[in-house]
């Protein structure tokens, strides 16, 4: 019976594609006011909608922008035991200057959500980073800087946000938790 050869890697072949991550960028939030008043909820999901508002549009766009934190359990089990399968940012894309052709993403999958062929919302993947490789490749530079923004500092927003149910605020600290 012949030995089996491992090959060993050369220096010379191309390394494997980096990994996906958010680069940290920094947040002033003195003049940040964020809000989470909404919450949509069923069985196995669960979607707590806010806005932040930056009074100088310099950190989040002008006036507001509407986020949702998006988590989905797969069935009403695993959601009692706060076992989240998914977790996602939404950003309404209303919100986001300088995306001037959001078409640009339709070939990224999970990246988005549309109503009557529009794209309405894009979403940040929170416990699944590569797929936001696509997104950030094809949306303007601006743009992906306040996606980078909200993602990287999420844990300290929803610290710094007032809930119009107080117990949401719990709710979102465990789900999230584990993903910042």
């Not at 590569?130 to 999420?154: G, S, W, Y």
Request: with cysteine; charged share 30%.
């Amino acid at each position: 019976m012949p030995d089996v050869v491992v090959k060993e890697p050369q220096s010379s072949e191309q390394p494997s594609e980096e990994k996906f991550a958010f680069k940290p960028v920094s947040v002033d939030f003195t003049p940040l006011s964020i809000e989470f008043y909404g919450l949509f909820e069923n069985d196995e999901f669960m979607n707590f909608k806010g806005e932040i508002k930056d009074s100088e549009g310099q950190q989040f766009g002008e006036g507001k922008l509407n986020i949702g934190l998006m988590f989905d359990f797969r069935n009403l089990k695993r959601k009692q035991q706060n076992k989240v399968r998914d977790y996602k940012i939404s950003v309404n894309v209303d919100g986001l200057d300088g995306v001037t052709n959001i078409e640009d993403i339709r070939s990224c999958k999970k990246a988005f959500w549309e109503d009557d062929g529009q794209i309405k919302q894009v979403y940040i993947r929170m416990k699944h980073l590569e797929e936001n490789r696509c997104v950030f490749d094809k949306l303007p530079v601006e743009t992906v800087a306040i996606l980078q923004r909200l993602a990287t500092n999420m844990a300290e927003i929803i610290e710094r946000a007032t809930f119009e149910d107080q117990s949401w605020n719990e709710r979102v600290t465990t789900l999230s938790s584990k993903f910042h």
